[in-house]
């Protein structure tokens, strides 16, 4: 593999290489289909002993590295952290990764974690919800749309899209996914893209279709239909929402 040759040049004139315990590749280039902007995504295991961190990207005759050099209990933290955030984007890397170098047992200790906390996140989900202050959100970035579809401003497709991804976010976690750009259109038409990703199904068809036809709409018209009945069926699917007598009471600090 001539990823495989390039590696092994960067590694070779790594600064830090003394304190390296453990390599690990992940992305296109482990899961499948790189393109020709795809890059080599290496994360380096260092010893625990050492208090630095680093990230940075190297090219290596026309390839891009992107290098991530922590010790293994940073790592962890990035895993805690993925998890509240309900990304598991580093959950995935060190999942689908393919080991390099494991000089004591530390990048399958790690790789193993990152397994067991993807399972677990699916098989003992918290109960989905929607609060009723993200469903005025919902409502009030529905408003400003339309108005913005009614008053022909030029800034249309730029608001939608900008409400359509905090709308997403705001499902997906919801349901307890993890939201991925990249690969929110791919979950729900193509069986690769979740394998890729470990990423399971949308529960929901109904919200999955117009989810679907949000992202691929073309014309403002159809933009804004469509946002309005994803809209429409987030809010049925947890209670329904109505602005009419909509109000949250609270301490000062609760609101």
Same mark, same amino acid.
């Given at each position: 593999? $001539?990823? #495989?040759?390039? &590696?092994?040049? /960067?590694l070779?004139?790594?600064?830090?290489?003394?304190?390296?315990?453990?390599?690990?590749?992940?992305?296109?280039?482990?899961?499948?289909?790189?393109?020709?902007?795809?890059?080599?995504?290496?994360?380096?295991? &260092?010893?625990?002993?050492?208090?630095?961190? $680093? #990230?940075?990207?190297?090219?290596?005759?026309?390839?891009?590295?992107?290098?991530?050099?922590?010790?293994?209990?940073?790592?962890?933290?990035? /895993?805690? =952290?993925?998890?509240?955030?309900?990304? +598991?984007?580093?959950?995935?890397?060190?999942?689908?990764?393919?080991?390099?170098?494991? $000089? !004591?047992?530390?990048?399958?200790? +790690?790789?193993?974690?990152?397994?067991?906390?993807?399972?677990?996140?699916?098989?003992n989900?918290?109960?989905?919800? !929607?609060? $009723?202050?993200?469903?005025?959100?919902?409502?009030?970035?529905?408003?400003?749309?339309?108005?913005?579809?009614?008053?022909?401003?030029?800034?249309?497709?730029?608001?939608?899209?900008?409400?359509?991804?905090?709308? &997403?976010?705001?499902?997906?976690?919801?349901i307890?996914?993890?939201y991925? #750009?990249?690969?929110?259109?791919?979950?729900?038409?193509?069986?690769?893209?979740?394998?890729?990703?470990?990423?399971?199904?949308?529960?929901? =068809?109904?919200?999955? #279709?117009l989810?679907?036809?949000?992202i691929?709409?073309?014309?403002?018209?159809?933009?804004?239909?469509i946002?309005?009945? +994803?809209?429409?069926?987030?809010?049925?699917? /947890?209670?329904?929402?109505?602005?009419?007598?909509?109000?949250?009471?609270?301490?000062?600090?609760? +609101?």
């Amino acid at each position: 593999m $001539e990823w #495989r040759i390039k &590696l092994d040049i /960067f590694l070779s004139d790594f600064e830090h290489m003394k304190d390296v315990v453990g390599v690990m590749v992940c992305g296109s280039y482990i899961t499948g289909n790189p393109g020709k902007h795809s890059d080599l995504d290496v994360h380096i295991i &260092l010893d625990n002993n050492v208090k630095y961190r $680093e #990230r940075g990207n190297r090219v290596i005759d026309g390839l891009v590295i992107e290098y991530f050099a922590n010790p293994p209990y940073q790592i962890l933290r990035y /895993f805690d =952290e993925d998890l509240t955030d309900k990304s +598991l984007m580093s959950q995935v890397q060190f999942a689908t990764g393919e080991i390099i170098m494991d $000089e !004591v047992g530390e990048v399958a200790a +790690l790789k193993e974690k990152a397994i067991a906390m993807i399972d677990d996140f699916y098989v003992n989900p918290p109960d989905a919800s !929607v609060s $009723e202050l993200a469903k005025y959100f919902m409502w009030d970035m529905l408003d400003d749309l339309q108005d913005a579809h009614e008053t022909n401003r030029a800034d249309f497709d730029f608001l939608y899209f900008t409400a359509l991804d905090s709308l &997403l976010r705001e499902y997906t976690s919801a349901i307890n996914r993890p939201y991925n #750009r990249k690969a929110i259109l791919g979950n729900i038409q193509d069986a690769h893209v979740r394998e890729k990703y470990l990423l399971r199904e949308l529960p929901d =068809e109904t919200i999955s #279709r117009l989810i679907s036809g949000a992202i691929t709409a073309t014309g403002k018209n159809e933009k804004v239909n469509i946002y309005q009945q +994803l809209t429409n069926a987030i809010w049925d699917k /947890f209670g329904g929402f109505n602005i009419d007598g909509f109000r949250l009471k609270g301490g000062l600090n609760d +609101l």
